[in-house]
């Protein structure tokens, strides 16, 4: 089946710090999303983004569809940026994980 | 727009007893919704998907005796988990993907805030 990779696996920035997170998939999708779940479980939806480039506020992301990976880019880290992102394909009707990127915020 | 409830939020049982879980999607018709387990610092599995009107799929490895599904109506799908050991607790997550008559047809889906079960 198809794989999806993220990395880096854990991220610790200080606050106002710049990242780049990646997702790489193996086979072509239908689509990506990137998500965060917040430390009380809740996922949030960033982008819904099977190509191109989508800005939203600090956020922004770019998928590569014929290079199969797509960024997610966080500027100017907050605390409340704090969580375990994660990207998820769409294939054949179904949505699968990667393993999630754990950032985490420092004061 | 877009928001999916589950209830309950978090629920503690004991052993053998069944737990049923709800997952609505308030603002949109969702003809598919789909169950997700989350062990703690791990990734979703997905578990099944449920199809409004018709018996769910699942996935490999996934006990449809076990994890009963029900998609009785376009809002609602629910869980419920089965004689329940502690082996179950887990974070069970659902997801809801607009359907016919929703504002856009994508492939998008919103997922729910999850259950935290707890089995004794």
């Known amino acids: 089946g198809i794989q999806v990779e993220q990395s880096p696996p854990d991220l610790i920035l200080q606050e106002g710090a710049n990242s780049t997170l990646r997702c790489n998939f193996s086979d072509s999708v239908n689509n990506l999303q990137w998500f965060h779940q917040n430390p009380w479980g809740q996922l949030i939806n960033l982008f819904y983004i099977p190509s191109g480039t989508k800005q939203n506020g600090r956020l922004s992301a770019t998928t590569v569809a014929t290079e199969r990976y797509s960024l997610l880019y966080i500027s100017s880290s907050q605390t409340t940026d704090s969580g375990v992102y994660f990207c998820a394909v769409n294939r054949d009707d179904k949505i699968i994980f990667g393993k999630g990127t754990r950032l985490h915020i420092l004061p | 727009g877009a928001v999916v409830s589950q209830h309950p939020s978090w629920v503690i049982c004991k052993s053998g007893t069944s737990v049923k879980i709800e997952c609505r999607s308030l603002?949109?018709?969702?003809?598919?919704m789909f169950w997700y387990r989350q062990f703690p610092k791990q990734s979703l599995m997905l578990m099944a998907t449920?199809?409004?009107?018709?018996?769910?799929?699942?996935e490999q490895g996934v006990e449809k005796d076990k994890f009963l599904i029900n998609h009785a109506s376009l809002t609602l799908s629910t869980l419920t988990v089965t004689s329940a050991h502690p082996e179950d607790s887990s974070f069970y997550i659902c997801?809801?993907?607009?359907?016919?008559?929703?504002?856009?047809?994508?492939?998008?889906?919103?997922f729910g805030p999850g259950t935290r079960l707890t089995v004794l």
């Open positions: 603002d949109f018709q969702a003809t598919t």
């Open positions: 997801s809801a993907r607009e359907g016919e008559g929703g504002l856009a047809r994508t492939n998008e889906q919103f």
């Open positions: 449920s199809n409004e009107g018709s018996k769910a799929t699942y």
